[in-house]
């Protein structure tokens, strides 16, 4: 009987290691779909909603241009998991007036909240109030008369044009394990705010929810934090 050549041994071999390799790939790829069928991981939903304006005051002095405001909302988180939490570190929400979209110049405030955590199939609900003085930064005459013409066209209207930033990191709970810290990448829109007078409530038929958009896909894990 013929004996296998060096040749035969390693085709053997070869077959016999990505065999293994092919084993391998596909319950890694059976565990990964058993644990989204299982698990179903949901991004969290956050949105800034029934925001009002008690005070909202434009003034100069010394060619220097102020902000005098006092801003109440509220930041509605959602877990919509019926399996993992969310714990959330340094939740920051700035408030910006007058914006574009790649320069958040005209910051007004931030409301911070150092730890929190939510668990599954939550509703998280926070009301913040921002009162002080912020400068606002123009940069020529030009900008000014656009700034003036559209604050006294909203004050007359009695809504402000808000937009809102809102940054965190976020650590997954899962039965007992805590998975990585994250920072995901939000883009939240604008909101309509009422100037109120008192606690009087005023219905906004507008855009009064601004909503964030919550892209884990941009997520990354961040070593340093951890």
């Known amino acids: 009987m013929a004996k296998a050549g060096p040749r035969g041994c390693c ?11 092919v084993s391998v790939v596909v319950l890694i790829g059976v565990a990964v779909g ?31 241009h102020f902000l005098h405001y006092d801003l109440e909302f509220n930041v509605t988180l959602r877990n919509p998991n019926r399996i993992m939490g969310f714990f959330y570190e340094n939740f920051a929400v700035g408030a910006y007036y007058q914006t574009d979209e790649n320069v958040m110049r005209n910051y007004v405030d931030s409301a911070f909240i150092l730890k929190l955590y939510q668990g599954k199939k939550n509703t998280t609900v926070m009301r913040h109030r921002l009162k002080g003085t912020r400068e606002v930064y123009l940069l020529d ?3 000014r008369s656009k700034f003036v013409e559209r604050f006294e ?17 976020s650590r997954v709970k ?8 994250f920072r995901p990448k939000l883009r939240c829109g604008s909101s309509q705010v009422p100037l109120v007078n008192g606690q009087k409530r005023v219905n ?19 070593p340093s934090a951890a």
């Open 204 to 222: 906004v038929t507008s855009n009064d929810v601004a909503k964030c958009r919550v892209k884990f896909k941009a997520t990354y894990y961040d």
């Open 11 to 21: 085709c053997c071999f070869l077959s016999w290691f990505f065999g293994i390799i």
């Open 141 to 143: 005459s030009g900008e």
């Open 34 to 64: 058993l644990f989204f069928i299982i698990v179903n991981p949901q991004k969290m939903k956050v949105q800034i909603n029934d925001a009002r304006i008690y005070k909202f005051n434009f003034t100069e002095a010394n060619q220097t």
């Open 174 to 181: 899962l039965s007992a394990i805590k998975i990585g810290i």
């Open 153 to 169: 066209k909203e004050k007359k209207s009695g809504i402000f044009s808000i937009d809102w930033k809102v940054e965190f990191r």
